[in-house]
């Protein structure tokens, strides 16, 4: 048998509208156990439910007999507020509620929920007359709540900031070796000073800072010898790198007394390379070459007290494009730096 497109149309405008009618359905009630298994109420209607706010007082013979969570149910609606409550009314007036007791409110945001969300009490209020000077307990243990809440925040704060203070000042040193990727061409000089010792120190206020790494390596053992002049000369090469950077941190939740750090970054690093001629300890000549530079590194440390901790250290820097004598040398533009090391940390 074969369908007719119009029957097909009926049938998808039948889902649709079905599940259109379902997301009306915004409101989520649960009844306290007491008033669940006790008598019920005859409902009321939406008008008589009152709405009220925390830490706005209530008579004192009003009842919890319910919690209740409410959803706009499609963002691009904007309904506001009014029409949300409206639809909690309508849902709590079937259980006899003739009043709302509103404990959050939150409000359609960019980096959030872009609808509105509230949350509450269903009450019941045989009197609804406020007596003056007389408060429902519900009122004060919310606010009791709330304060405790404030305080515990407060406490945490303070407990962070005991743990992290925001002056942090860094110190360490290790081992630091080049790698070369296999098609580059590098000249044996070079080659022959990819380990050599390196060091760092930085200071960080919060979750920014500034890094200065370094590093030096020298080979005696081997001597080179030009071309040009036939003279044999020792190597050496230093190179400076200043980082602006990004840091963050936790600590472990059973050891507070031990803490990961990472750092991330872009700077640029300048780097020389020494050739000192064997038999005259006063002819020199130096290769000096510029690269910006990615930094990225991890670091555990064990703090010994407040303000003092020791860590260790791995980091990389890759190579951007080198400069050499205001050219391009894009032979080597994807070699890097890898290192260890190990260092004091001191916070203020």
């Not at 009844?31 to 008008?47: A, C, K, M, Q």
Request: proline fraction near 4%; charge should be positive.
């Amino acid at each position: 048998m074969r369908t007719r497109p119009s029957t097909l149309l009926i049938l998808a405008c039948t889902l649709l509208l079905c599940s259109c009618k379902s997301l009306d359905r915004t409101v989520e009630i649960s009844l306290t156990e007491n008033y669940y298994t006790g008598s019920f109420v005859r409902p009321t209607t939406p008008d008589k439910v009152r709405v009220y706010v925390a830490n706005e007082p209530l008579p004192l013979t009003t009842e919890v007999i319910g919690r209740f969570s409410a959803t706009d149910p499609e963002a691009r609606r904007n309904a506001s507020l009014d029409v949300l409550l409206d639809t909690v009314k309508k849902e709590a007036s079937r259980f006899g509620a003739n009043g709302l007791f509103l404990t959050d409110h939150y409000k359609p945001h960019w980096l959030g929920s872009p609808q509105h969300v509230v949350y509450g009490y269903i009450l019941l209020q045989p009197d609804t007359i406020l007596k003056p000077g007389r408060e429902h307990t519900l009122n004060t243990a919310i606010r009791e709540y709330r304060e405790q809440e404030e305080a515990k925040m407060q406490a945490e704060q303070e407990e962070m900031r005991r743990l992290f203070p925001p002056h942090r000042f860094s110190l360490n040193a290790g081992y630091s070796y080049v790698v070369y990727p296999t098609d580059a061409i590098v000249n044996d000089i070079e080659r022959g000073l990819v380990s050599g010792l390196g060091f760092q120190a930085s200071y960080s206020y919060k979750y920014v800072g500034v890094l200065y790494s370094g590093r030096f390596a020298k080979r005696n053992a081997s001597l080179y010898e030009l071309p040009s002049n036939g003279t044999s000369y020792r190597t050496a090469s230093a190179s400076h790198s200043v980082i602006p950077i990004l840091t963050a941190s936790g600590y472990h939740k059973k050891n507070k007394k031990i803490y990961t750090h990472y750092a991330m970054g872009m700077g640029y690093q300048w780097e020389n390379i020494y050739l000192r001629a064997a038999t005259a300890e006063s002819s020199q000549c130096k290769l000096s070459s510029r690269r910006s530079v990615i930094y990225m590194a991890m670091e555990y440390e064990y703090r010994i007290q407040q303000h003092w901790g020791v860590a260790a250290r791995g980091c990389v820097l890759w190579w951007g494009a080198t400069r050499r004598d205001g050219e391009i040398d894009r032979s080597t533009n994807k070699s890097g730096e890898y290192g260890i090391s190990l260092g004091i940390n001191y916070y203020l």
